[in-house]
């Protein structure tokens, strides 16, 4: 097995991720996903013989309004029938789960203690290091220039320092699939829209909370080591947080403008964080960056065998949750590979096919 990888590990979206874990979807699929993730997560040591910093210290989301308590309290049903153990907390409870944060504005929240965060670029180093040792070759820049279609079948890869001849292919180039695939003319809907996260020192009567974010503004922080870590929507020229592009793009284009963070961010997050604790207060950025989300039109990621086209694989366009499902999603690319379909979950809803055809079988959301 071979990955061909055009930059370096972990240079794409991973490297921007904030981490987060969560069981806290309002879709089935997506919870499977997550608890079959988070076993793993609990193994990652054994599994890979590396270590990882999983913390499992749960999610939180908090409301200031009714409306946004009653679609938190929506998807409960779903959980206790998936025994995932999410309960809705007030400002008792959530001022207990993150000392001295302002309540008094909050309707009310929601809480899973199987929830938490890892570190993306920690963790791929141990899924590499253990890939490795079993025998599996990396070749860092080394892209690939275009997918080998013959026929019906995709036999390889070209890369500029030549042909990869292969029985299977996966493309898992995040939100540069879509070019790539276009290459063996298969059209993939995967797009980029930034997000942006910013980091302060850390504030240690801070450094167990919870993930916790704000349902409303989709403001959310979470303690990283030796920081403590913001991300935000982003902010429409009016001034209108955003969480999600408003529309899919008519094209999608392999390569994208080089990324900066949006200057209005800085004051949006600086206000919003002080209004929520005063730990806050004077908040001093020490770094910031911008990411791309992998987007698809329904906010869920294409993965599984490409209909029509022998030997080829997508698992690409985790719009915003790719981290937390990365040992889901590779166990059941495999178990595709190997067996024809997926057997641990069943995963024909993240077909590309559901664009083929105009099915829709979920309900999007972005955080
Ligand atoms: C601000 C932000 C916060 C996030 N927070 C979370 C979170 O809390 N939890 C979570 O689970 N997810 C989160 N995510 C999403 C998560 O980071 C991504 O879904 C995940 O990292 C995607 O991984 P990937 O491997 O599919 O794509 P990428 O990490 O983008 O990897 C794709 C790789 O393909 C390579 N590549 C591209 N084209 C070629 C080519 N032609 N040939 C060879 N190689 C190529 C790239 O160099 C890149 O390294 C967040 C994302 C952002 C931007």
New binding site residues.
Partial sequence: MLV??????????????????RHQFVDELDIRLSQLATAFWHNFEDRTGSRHDFRERGYLFIANTQEGVAELREPLPLYERLKVPVEMVGRVEIAELVPGMRVNDLAGGRFCERDG?GD?LVALAGFAASAQLAGVAFREG????SLLREGDRVTGVRTRSGNVRAERVVV??????S??CATASVAVPIWPYR???MESPPIPQLANIP?TIEWESGFHFRPKGKAQRF?MPNLTADGKEEKGPASAPLAYPGDYAPLEVPASLEPWVRARAAWRHPAFADLDIVDSW?????MTPDDHPIVGAVPGVAGLYV??G?????????PATAQLVVEEMLDGRARTIDITDLSLERFQTGRRPFKATVL
Wanted: some cysteine.
């Fill in positions: 061909l990888e055009r930059d370096r590990l972990g240079s794409g979206t991973t490297k921007g991720g904030l981490g987060g874990m965060y993306p080394e892209a690939v220039v898992a180039s995040g939100c540069w699939s070019a790539l997000r942006s996260i993930m991300a911008s990411c791309y989300y992998e698992a690409a985790f719009s915003g949750h790719g981290f937390m499902h990365a």
